[in-house]
């Protein structure tokens, strides 16, 4: 462990913050994510993991104006606070989207889902165990009871393009699936980041 803070000491002193291979993270555990989180807390920032810079990437790409809200004004783009460390661990979900200012938010955490969506809970998992093809409506409410997490991180790793994506977080908020709070101040009492 102590070798490690002192590689990234250094990387910090040439490079002006600090970053993690994927090699890196895959090793960690939460403990070790803890550690150097309180190590350099108050004065490192962190890059983004790569995998997550492709994310960011296509999110330019097919959601320029979210892009835009969270980076455009960052003199560093894709340096973030060391306290987000752990969403890059094993079975984190990345980068938190659920800040956002001029556009509408849309992170869930398992709190977001209505009690007709823990209903349907069981026989999703059923389906997923079985391998059965699930739903949007049935994929996401397993993806967000597994860990919070934003819409656009979902669409990237199940190929939905972006506005059906939304159509379709519209059409669980009508069926009373999920609530969706697309205000940052509304989002404040869900956050478990």
Avoid at 5 to 23: H, N, P, Q, V
Avoid at 32 to 49: E, K, S
């Amino acid at each position: 462990m102590q070798n490690l803070i002192d590689l990234k000491e250094r990387m910090l002193t040439e490079k002006g913050y600090i970053a993690f291979s994927a090699g890196e993270l895959k090793k960690f555990n939460t403990i070790t994510a803890r550690n150097i989180t309180d190590h350099f807390r108050g004065r490192a920032m962190m890059r983004l993991p790569e995998e997550e810079i492709l994310f960011f990437d296509w999110l330019k790409k097919n959601d320029k104006a979210v892009w835009v809200d969270l980076w455009q004004d960052e003199e560093d783009a894709y340096h973030i606070s060391i306290d987000f460390l752990h969403h890059f661990l094993k079975h984190g979900n990345g980068f938190p989207i659920c800040d956002l200012i001029n556009e509408d938010n849309y992170w869930f955490c398992v709190r977001h889902i209505k009690p007709k969506g823990m209903e349907l809970l069981q026989d999703i998992g059923d389906k997923a165990k079985n391998d059965k093809p699930l739903s949007f409506a049935e994929a996401f409410l397993l993806e967000v009871v597994r860990g919070s997490t934003d819409l656009w991180h979902f669409c990237y790793r199940y190929d939905v393009p972006v506005k059906t994506g939304k159509s379709k977080i519209d059409d669980m908020n009508h069926d009373d699936l999920l609530v969706h709070l697309p205000e940052r101040e509304d989002l404040v009492k869900y956050l478990d980041i």
